[in-house]
């Protein structure tokens, strides 16, 4: 049975901590292919609009041959659950649906929509760099989530790229080179939409 990854995010701009913990990931868990799902632009939030968002996405994962991107949730004029976007694609593929997460997102799963019905569908990934994230807390995190909802959730330590789309917003939009930090593509993107300006 194939194994697929699933990397949602808002990707706003996609950059290397997205695209390292999905390759890293990949291989430790000898997944078969991670899907990028951007969000689409929910109704009350400000953000770039969800078909640039799309595009950049589409642009730096182009040289992985593992890596493909899913316009589930960009097509959708709605807010998008994740529970929702599972179910869409178990009908569209067979396979094994493995949700990959920073370990910032493990803490804020239990307020996701139909979380219960979530962890039946798919296992969680959370890529964590131990020293940066007390394992008491995470423990006890786990646990929880186990005793509960009987979550299955691999931990998955990574290298920490500590880089966030928010900081990359903002040096963009004072001109700083983020370079080694976002693909090339995606940098020659930013600059011919002048994004974030
Ligand atoms: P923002 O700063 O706008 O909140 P972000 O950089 O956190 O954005 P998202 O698109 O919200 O990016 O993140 C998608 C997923 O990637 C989340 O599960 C998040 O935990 C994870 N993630 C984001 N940045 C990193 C990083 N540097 N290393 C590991 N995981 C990350």
């Given at each position: 049975?194939?194994?697929?990854?699933?990397?949602?995010?808002?990707?706003?701009?996609?950059?290397?901590?997205?695209?390292m913990?999905s390759e890293?990931i990949?291989?430790?868990?000898?997944?078969?292919?991670?899907?990028?799902?951007p969000?689409?632009?929910?109704?009350?939030?400000?953000?770039?609009?969800?078909?640039?968002?799309?595009?950049?996405?589409?642009?730096?994962?182009?040289?992985n041959?593992y890596?493909?991107?899913?316009?589930?949730?960009?097509?959708?004029?709605d807010i998008?659950?994740?529970?929702d976007?599972?179910s869409?694609?178990?009908?569209?593929?067979?396979?094994?649906f493995?949700?990959?997460?920073?370990?910032?997102?493990?803490?804020?799963?239990?307020?996701?929509?139909?979380?219960?019905?979530?962890?039946?569908?798919?296992?969680?990934i959370?890529?964590?760099r131990?020293?940066?994230?007390?394992?008491?807390?995470?423990?006890?995190?786990?646990?929880?989530?186990?005793?509960k909802?009987d979550a299955?959730?691999?931990?998955?330590?990574?290298?920490l790229?500590?880089?966030?789309?928010?900081d990359?917003?903002?040096?963009?939009?004072?001109?700083k080179?983020?370079?080694y930090l976002?693909?090339d593509?995606?940098?020659?993107?930013?600059?011919?939409?002048?994004?974030y300006?």
């Amino acid at each position: 049975m194939k194994k697929y990854g699933i990397m949602g995010g808002t990707f706003n701009p996609i950059h290397l901590g997205h695209l390292m913990i999905s390759e890293y990931i990949r291989v430790d868990m000898e997944l078969d292919e991670i899907i990028f799902v951007p969000t689409g632009n929910p109704p009350h939030k400000k953000t770039t609009d969800a078909s640039l968002r799309y595009e950049m996405v589409e642009l730096a994962v182009q040289e992985n041959e593992y890596f493909s991107i899913s316009d589930i949730e960009v097509k959708n004029s709605d807010i998008s659950y994740t529970v929702d976007t599972i179910s869409n694609l178990e009908g569209k593929l067979d396979g094994k649906f493995y949700f990959i997460i920073g370990s910032d997102t493990l803490f804020q799963l239990k307020t996701w929509k139909k979380i219960d019905l979530l962890f039946k569908k798919v296992e969680f990934i959370c890529a964590i760099r131990p020293e940066y994230v007390s394992t008491q807390i995470l423990a006890l995190e786990l646990k929880y989530l186990k005793q509960k909802y009987d979550a299955k959730i691999h931990i998955i330590e990574t290298p920490l790229y500590e880089i966030s789309s928010t900081d990359l917003r903002n040096r963009i939009s004072k001109d700083k080179s983020v370079k080694y930090l976002i693909p090339d593509v995606v940098i020659d993107f930013i600059k011919e939409k002048e994004l974030y300006k």
